[in-house]
């Protein structure tokens, strides 16, 4: 069905590019031509993942700085085609650890191998037929972007970074590898307050991912908070410290067995990374972890416009929230901005071209509060209108905490060939997928 | 640059004779790796290929896939050195190692040449029955290839028969490259024919069966039509686990597969949404903005009622911040649709953030365009949006204003009093709007609403004091009409300024302009009854150009 895969640098440079074998499946249409050229005449965000083009049909997902895109001459599912290809990149992931432009360069052999076996035999069970071993590839400490491509390699103090993006599949090469298992409970918070902190609409959607390492197929047990409620959609909540869910799903290999009694999932995982559940969380048992009030006011004999912003972490004193940083749109009649802030390690900066506002907040423990004023400079003959400035739009990352309550109580692994425990490690870490403050 | 990489070409096939490479599998594996990367670059590689059919005969798995690989897609025009390959090739298809066997079906059969059919007939014949799954998989595919370049081969050594008996194979993956293989070369007929008996044994397969071969079951399925209505029930009820599936393809493809069932039953298919609802739900909130925006496709493609299933559920199609832009657009486009009484309130909320966003001009436009069509949907909701598009005229950024206009100009909406307090604004920063479109809607609201209004009058003055300079071809029509209906309603005071204007567009070098005004002309002069019946005999909101 797919005629070609490419993996696109966003500079636009092709990668990697594999074409079907099958000669009624390919086509002479340039294909490596033009999406690229497309990337760059409409720059990212604005190409939708799939369109035709010369009566070829383009798929494409983006993942990190890469872009994964499959050709095709029917018109493909595009679920389909997005679905292969987001499993593509998964299983590049589990096979490299680590997937950017110098990883894919240093792997091509194995990903050309991986790409030819997935075109012809589907995307399961590919391992045993994959020959070429894998060049683990440092990751570069600059890579902040993406939460997906992030996780695993998130800084944390208590796990060594460097365990978190080796390979996943085992080879021949790696015996020393070490017997361990990744477990991480990431929530990602959606929200939009008012000016005044009240919030309007919010919600947590949650995963329970997995990276598994173990050797041999052992069972694991992940076992969550006791009282954990499961509701169905529209039932009253209780109030209180007991953690509920709205909605959850489980990956296959997940037996439910003794959730319903005691809370325990038994997994089975296969080797690499997949989310064990994901659930989502709305409404009234939610609390903001962080709170953002802005006031907007003109200044009299000016036509200048004050903005006042004050931020407060409302985690427990033992968490903090790193990455802090709030974007706040300002119209075009802005020229400068004055600021003013109370506390140390932040900073605030004025991208003119972008007309943005950002204040950025390196770490803030719980509990604390900070407060940035600033005079937004207007050299235009017009009045600013408050209702240009803003939405704020408000990102953090929180760890050791999350926003529904749900906890891992114990995990377990049932090893009966190997006397030594394994390493397990458990992470909590609350993110903004997107936290808007309006402004008025 | 070219040169420069024809160099490299040839320096690397001078580095892969050499026999001390020849001997290192890691070095080796470099190099081809190294050809790999010029191939993806659309480099002509003939210069390699001698050492490719040499390395075919590697004994290390990984350099005889590579070196099939180059060699299959870069010799079509280069029958001698498939005639090298050929056979080591057919010394690999009887290999002990099944690996090698599958593997050297697969490149045989990727020749595709009229010299080859001979031997790759033999190959696939033998590997349709091999004992390893792999070997047969390969085998299946080749039938493809085979039938490509020589369709009679496959017809006369009754690989077809072949093909569908091997349905019932153990391996599901061989099932599927069955169906498939059968649809490909069957293609002319119509594809593959599915029997009562076969779409009964592939249904009570199918939960057994792994999530990719599941879809491609499920998609040849399609085909399938139950004879009896208890038939069909019985294929709902299988199916029906599939759109509770972790996948979304499964789900998708179940839906749709269900929709071509259940055709004449359409109060059914609302229920098949409601199935799958919570699958779709839960993968928009997953995070894969290319999975989500897929999704949204599927859901905005259903009919009206079926749409609105998801109402109770209109947050999960709430705009994120990173959501790139097309993401945003069709997650607005689709909201409207899913307005009910009780969720009126925060849609509207929700489109008015977007409807300021000074990122995008398109997300904006598109956000306040969907105000307007709640506006027009959703009775209680009215008044709101009027209010909400009214307050956005506030904003100082011209494009703002300008989608404001666009949206408004193909609204109906019956309120003179919206329409006095909107025109004192427009009129008070009308220099704001600068590009045509904006500028465009500007004037033909003016002219169909600002009639009453000295301020209209002088806004119209000012454009047709510019006319000349003016270069849109919109523009300039949208203010002679305006000025007409101004015209129409206070005849003394616009005397001057339209009698100005005929002259300057009389003499315009666009046709369009010059026709426009001398119909207009001949209108007015044809008396001010008939002027004031056509000017303002609207048809309907939207079609402004047909009517005036």
Redesign the interface.
Known sequence: MIAELLIVTNRAAVLLRKISTDRNEAHDFRSMDVFPKKLQLIGRGHIPPHFVENDVHFYYIRRGSLYFVATSKKDVCAVSAIEFLSRLYHMMKDFCGVVSEDSVRANTLLLHELLCDAMIASTEKLKPYITSDPVVVERSPAAQEDIATRLFGIENRTTPVSTSHKPAVRTSLDEVKKNEIFVDIVERLTAVTDAKGVVSHMEVQGTINVKNFLLGHPQVKIALNEDLQVNAAGQVKGYGNSASIDRCTFHQCVDLTDFDNSRILTVSPPPGEFSAMTYSVSGSGLNLPVRVLVFISDIPNSRDVDVTVRVRCAVPASCNAAYLVIKLPVPSAVSSVSQHVTGPSQEVAFRSEEKLVVWSIRKMPGGEESMAQLRLINHTSHHISKLDVGPASVDFEISKHTLSGLQIRFLRVFEHEHSYVPHRWIRYITTADSFTVKTN | MAKVVRRNVALLAKQLHDPEIMGDYFQQ?GL??KV??F????EDMSLVLPSMVKLLAHP???VK??AG?VL??HSAGNAEMVLLAINTLVQDAADSNP?VRGLAL?TLS?L?QESVTEHVERAVSAGLSDSSA?VR??AV?AC??LC?TSPSSVQDSGFIDRLYGMIRDTDP?VV?NCLSALE?ILSEEGGIVINKNMSHYLLSKLHSY????Q??VLDILKKYHPGNEDELFDILNVVDGCLEN????VV??AI?LFMGLLENLPHLQTEIFKRAK??V??HL???????S???I??VSRASGEAVSQFS??C?SF?????????LKSKKIALLPRLVTEDNGD?IL??LS?YC?D??SPVVSLQAIRAVGLLQQKQESLADACKEKLN??Y????PHILSNILQVLQDLDIQDDSFWESFTTRVCSNHH?VSDSSGKSALLYLLGKHGHNSMDAYMVLEEYADDFSEQKDQGVKIQLLTAACKMFVKHPAECQNLLGGLFETAMDDTDLEVRSRSQFLYSLLASGIGVARSVLFSDGGGGDRFSVI
């Open positions: 594996r081809l790796a790999l990367s191939a993806s670059q659309g290390d798995l990984c896939k590579v690989e299959t897609q690996m697969r990727a595709q792999y998989r390969a595919l493809v290839r490509c993956v599927v490909e792994p999530t990719w071969v879809i491609q972790n996948s979304p393809t998708t493809t749709q919570p699958t739900i839960s909130g997953s995070g894969n903005a290319e999975l925006c897929a999704l496709d599927i109770d559920s947050q709430f705009c994120r911040n990173k959501d790139p832009y097309y925060a909320e929700e953030l300021v000074h990122s307050g956005f506030h904003s100082t950024s704001m």
